[in-house]
């Protein structure tokens, strides 16, 4: 909506200020990040002496062996390699979970004649008022309780239990053609075959974005790992950052550098995953939550 | 709803139940076990509880340094969804308008979104590390000895910098998808209406954005209450000490370090009602929000 009416000169200035705002705010996003990847590159003795500075070092392989293969912690048993499959099978398990959860629950929903279906749908929905962190301590005790503490169910499973994917899937069913199933009927398709074969493939965008959002969510949760997950071997990358940073704290000369590329490493996979799918990812972000 | 039905009797049963048992188990559960030990004093060493009413919330409302902490919460929700609300409008504005490498700096304003806020804490302490922290030093200039985990004031400021920067992303994102979904006809007639393009903004850009802003709000409040815990673990290095904190990192530093299960019960439930209050609000301005569009 740049003016036209406007004489030049003016024109070109003020599009050189939102060039100058939009490259500091890019800057103030970026800087951070650019600093822990300079630091995975020096020598740890470096960092002691001068802290971070504009040198890339040669130090990224070693640092990335370290990181990845050597164990560290009390038991000697979580590595990069260990923590990094822990934070797919979150990510992952916790996304897929969601999804086909909320798919069955909202297709149940929209496309049923229930007789409790009012009550189904408002216990569904109340799950979307309170989110797991107000009632985390009654969660642990119950999880402990069935005895799931250190287990990927007992990590993936309470997690899901809220409706945000049903929500948006009922949104979108309601918005496909009432006709489809009709057609369907006549054709002689039941209501599994409907589902499966019209639904679901029209769906597609829909779940993919689902997936982006939720896999995003899931590999950076942080609080509920950190309950339920007390030995090392099942260690999220996200949920590693703390003990890096109290290991920092507590040694004469830190491992900065490995720190500094296990940081990135849990950075990422979903940096990677928001940025290629960006526009599914801002669709559904925007979409979901209305 | 839909007209054209199956009337299957058994299949949506089946459909719902998996959702339905596990929001029952993790759910309705928990939050229910949540409100009934709030009215208990849980044994410290595990051998039963008393009934005690409303014991745990009378001495919560009465104990200064949760009042200090409701206090202090208070203050970083308002600075953190103000300024990281602020920021975003700014460059959503600014990133509508440009034409040339739109694009770059749309995945540059928002790929901080996938960071996890522990991540972001993580960069905080490094940032301010005492001895050579960039951030440290810049202080260092003016004469300012910053001190990270030791100094109240200095670790809220860390706290707050790092949540701003890690919540204007997902600002930027819905101001930005409001902007493009403004009408062309509504800005060539703002243009030959109003010539100042401040004005302009003023008069009916921000009025028709106010919708998502309301929104926003929620969203951005919720945040700073809920999911900033990572960032405050972090930032304090999981030493609360006499560093400052937010609520719901009390209920984990009181129940689960603490094992005060009755005193954290009744954070809880003091959590919930505050999430329910907002998403009460929340509600009636989705109405209003309506009348908008």
Redesign the interface.
């Known amino acids: 909506m740049t003016a036209t009416q406007k004489p030049r000169k003016r024109i070109r200035f003020s599009t050189v200020m939102d060039h100058i705002v939009l490259t500091l705010g890019a800057l103030f996003m970026l800087v951070p990040m650019l600093m822990v990847f300079q630091l995975s590159t020096v020598p740890d003795a470096e960092i002691i002496q001068r802290g971070p500075s504009l040198n890339i070092g040669d130090q990224l392989d070693d640092n990335f062996v370290k990181a990845m293969f050597e164990a560290s912690g009390f038991s000697g048993e979580n590595t990069g390699v260990s923590m990094l499959i822990n934070s797919f099978i979150l990510g992952i398990g916790f996304a897929v979970g969601k999804i086909i959860l909320g798919m069955m629950a909202a297709y149940a929903i929209v496309y049923f004649r229930l007789r409790f279906a009012t009550l189904a749908f408002w216990a569904i929905f109340t799950t979307l008022l309170l989110p797991l962190e107000v009632r985390i301590l009654p969660s642990y005790e119950i999880v402990q309780s069935l005895g799931m503490l250190n287990t990927y169910q007992g990590l993936i499973i309470p997690l899901i239990a809220s409706a945000t994917a049903t929500f948006f899937f009922r949104q979108f069913f309601l918005s496909v053609p009432e006709e489809l199933v009709a057609a369907a009927r006549i054709d002689g398709a039941g209501p599994v075959k409907f589902f499966i074969d019209i639904l679901v493939p029209l769906s597609r965008t829909m779940i993919a974005a689902m997936f982006i959002i939720m896999f995003v969510y899931g590999w950076n949760q942080y609080l509920w790992p950190t309950m339920i997950t007390t030995e090392e071997d099942m260690y999220t990358l996200v949920r590693g950052i703390k003990q890096i940073i109290q290991v920092f704290e507590g040694t004469n000369l830190p491992e900065y550098g490995r720190g500094n590329l296990l940081a990135l490493i849990a950075v990422i996979p979903p940096v990677l995953i928001v940025v290629f799918f960006q526009s599914w990812f801002v669709k559904g972000l925007t979409e979901s939550d209305k | 709803m839909?007209?054209?039905?199956?009337?299957?009797i058994w299949?949506?049963?089946a459909?719902?139940l998996?959702?339905?048992v596990?929001?029952a188990?993790?759910?309705?559960?928990?939050?229910g076990?949540?409100v009934q030990?709030s009215f208990y004093l849980q044994d410290p060493f595990g051998f039963g509880s008393t009934f005690v009413g409303t014991g745990n919330y009378e001495s919560l409302f009465r104990n200064n340094e949760y009042l200090k902490i409701a206090n202090f919460t208070l203050w970083f929700t308002v600075i953190v969804t103000f300024f990281s609300l602020a920021?975003a409008l700014?460059?959503a504005v600014?990133?509508d308008?440009?034409?040339?490498?739109a694009k770059t700096?749309?995945?540059?304003?928002?790929?901080?979104?996938?960071?996890?806020?522990?991540?972001a804490?993580?960069?905080a302490?490094?940032?301010f590390?005492q001895?050579?922290?960039?951030l440290t030093?810049f202080f260092a200039l003016f004469g300012y000895r910053f001190q990270v985990g030791v100094n109240f004031n200095d670790t809220a400021f860390a706290m707050i910098l790092t949540s701003i920067?890690k919540q204007?992303?997902?600002n930027f994102?819905?101001f930005l998808?409001g902007l493009q979904s403004i009408p062309r006809s509504v800005?060539e007639a703002a243009?030959i209406d109003n010539?100042s393009?401040s004005g302009r903004f003023w008069t009916v850009t921000f009025p028709l954005l106010a919708p998502t802003g309301f929104?926003l709000l929620i969203?951005n409040i919720?945040y700073a209450l809920?999911d900033t815990?990572?960032i405050v673990?972090?930032v304090v290095?999981?030493e609360p000490g006499n560093n400052p904190m937010t609520l719901?990192y009390k209920?984990?530093v009181d129940?689960?370090r603490g094992n005060d299960?009755g005193g954290?019960?009744a954070q809880?439930v003091v959590?919930?009602a505050l999430?329910?209050a907002l998403?009460f609000v929340q509600f009636r301005l989705v109405e209003r929000r309506i009348h908008y569009t």
């Open positions: 839909k007209r054209a039905l199956f009337s299957n299949l949506p049963v459909l719902l998996p959702q339905l596990i929001i188990v993790f759910f309705y559960w928990p939050a076990y949540a030990s920021i700014i460059l600014k990133a308008r440009v034409i040339r490498g700096y749309r995945t540059l304003l928002m790929w901080v979104y996938a960071v996890a806020p522990p991540v804490g993580f960069i302490v490094i940032m590390n001895s050579w922290g960039p030093e920067w204007v992303p997902v994102i819905f998808s800005r243009l010539r393009a929104f969203i919720t809920f815990f990572g673990d972090t290095k999981g719901v209920v984990y129940g689960f299960l954290s019960s809880s959590l919930m999430v329910l998403t």
